[in-house]
């Protein structure tokens, strides 16, 4: 049996959702991540300014070093049905002492509203829980997104703090999902 398109790039799986490709990023990929990350619009809830060609360049790097380090990465996602890119979705370091990673959701504007950002999370959920074997997921949001407050809630995760996020220099709610709390999909 040959790998699946998901584990093309990795050699093991990686998420998986009923509309959503996950794959890896690749350096080659700087075009669709300038669509992503340069758009002022994704960027108003992560950065205080929208983001230049170098910044979105030094994202990608970021999120390949961590592909190459941990495996596990803000995956680029796209729809099944067209093979657009939707935006990304995925998982970085946080705390490795007590087992934790951070999720987090960067969606293309015409994504939004649709879903993908909730059902997109959850599959890296799943997969963190059940693939990686963490033991919790951190997660924050901009105070002024409503949006991603909504998907945390939907997945289960409990708020637990705020916590200053220095690229926006604002106090971010941030919150906790244990595996138990994830309600089935």
Not at 84 to 94: F, I, K, Q, S, T
Not at 116 to 130: I, K, N, Q, S
Request: net charge neutral.
């Amino acid at each position: 049996m040959g790998a699946s398109s998901n584990e093309l790039n990795t050699g093991y799986p990686l998420p998986v959702s009923q509309r959503l490709e996950f794959r890896t990023w690749r350096t080659v990929d700087l075009p669709l991540a300038t669509s992503l990350w340069a758009d002022p619009r994704v960027t108003a809830f992560i950065s205080r300014s929208p983001w230049n060609g170098a910044q979105v360049e030094e994202r990608l790097r970021t999120e390949i070093r961590f592909q190459e380090a941990h495996r596990i990465q803000y995956w680029p996602l796209f729809l099944r049905a067209t093979g657009e890119l939707a935006g990304c979705c995925g998982l970085h370091p946080r705390d490795a002492p007590r087992g934790i990673l951070e999720l987090g959701f960067h969606l293309r504007p015409w994504a939004w509203g649709k879903g993908l950002a909730t059902e997109a999370a959850r599959a890296a959920a799943v997969h963190a829980f059940d693939v990686v074997g963490v033991s919790g997921l951190f997660a924050g949001h901009h105070p002024e997104n409503a949006a991603s407050e909504r998907v945390l809630g939907k997945l289960g995760f409990r708020y637990t703090h705020h916590e200053l996020y220095p690229p926006t220099g604002l106090l971010h709610p941030c919150y906790l999902l244990v595996q138990d709390a994830l309600p089935e999909g």
